[in-house]
């Protein structure tokens, strides 16, 4: 990045606190491979998987945000991650429709969780779409990956169901399966993502959308780094995205390194295990001075 623009990006940040839906790993293991990280002969340390989302949760915490547990279920080995259980905006909840089998019984799990929290408005989809792993939601937009794992007519449903422009963005990476492997929202309409996860169409509008986005380069990517959950001031990320923490701090963000290496042995990092509850738009969740 050159001078001046890093000069014209750093801004004061401001966190707004946030509330999100985890699910602890007790039930974790690699006993299938649905995507190119997942290798079931290597061996998953489960007890360190726990103690590694442990001190995301904390983190979260010390941030300042509230964090929802749903009850790990024996059998559903990804269920820790919980971005792929439901879309919540405006307090509405869209539900997930997995595309592989080993998944499909989280959709149902994901939903009754929201059914026992009182969520009024639910909605069980009729197409294949993996929650937050491929909608991501900016000021403007909903964002959604397709390619891999969620269908087009997922994407259609989830327009009319918020009510929000859906910008469909094609994947092309099988190690970049889901959007939040690929890009992640820092704040309003201001992103971060890997270029080469893209077809050239799709890429095409992430820059006319977002000119001065953050660009991650093929390591900063392979290790997960976009895969990352930002409160609009702190940005939590997995450590060894060096390069990308180093662009962020530039911003005026605060880069704060997590380390999952056991989750990432199953294709997810920070973001993968964070679902944001976003409420109805109220004067609590107001920005404060
Ligand atoms: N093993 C899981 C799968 O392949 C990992 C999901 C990661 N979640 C995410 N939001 N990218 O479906």
Not at 2 to 7: F, G, K, L, N
Not at 18 to 43: G, Q
Not at 49 to 66: I, K, M, N, P
């Amino acid at each position: 990045m050159s001078e001046p623009a890093s000069r014209a990006h750093r801004r004061a940040r401001t966190a707004r606190p946030r509330r999100y839906l985890m699910c602890r790993p007790t039930h974790f293991e690699v006993s299938y491979s649905i995507n190119p990280w997942m290798d079931p002969a290597k061996p998953v340390d489960a007890a360190l998987a726990v103690a590694q989302w442990e001190r995301l949760r904390a983190l979260y915490g010390d941030l300042g945000h509230q964090v929802e547990l749903i009850d790990p279920i024996p059998g559903l080995p990804d269920m820790v991650y919980a971005a792929n259980g439901a879309t919540v905006i405006d307090g509405k909840v869209l539900g997930a429709r997995f595309r592989n089998a080993q998944r499909t019984a989280e959709g149902p799990a994901y939903l009754d969780w929201f059914r026992a929290a009182g969520h009024p408005t639910l909605h069980d989809p009729q197409h294949i779409n993996e929650g937050e792993g491929d909608f991501l939601v900016t000021g403007s937009w909903i964002l959604a990956g397709r390619g891999f794992r969620s269908a087009p007519e997922g994407h259609a449903e989830a327009q009319e169901f918020f009510g929000r422009p859906v910008i469909g963005l094609e994947l092309t990476d099988p190690r970049y399966y889901h959007l939040d492997t690929a890009l992640a929202v820092l704040d309003h309409d201001e992103v971060m993502y890997n270029p080469a996860a893209f077809t050239p169409g799709s890429l095409a509008v992430l820059r006319r959308l977002f000119p001065d986005a953050v660009l991650a380069d093929p390591a900063d990517a392979a290790v997960f780094g976009l895969n990352a959950v930002s409160d609009g001031r702190h940005v939590v990320l997995p450590e060894a995205a060096t390069g990308l923490a180093a662009q962020l701090r530039a911003r005026g963000f605060e880069p704060l390194g997590v380390d999952l290496s056991e989750l990432l042995k199953g294709g997810g990092s920070v973001k993968c295990c964070t679902l944001e509850l976003r409420a109805a738009a109220g004067p609590e969740t107001t920005a404060r001075p």
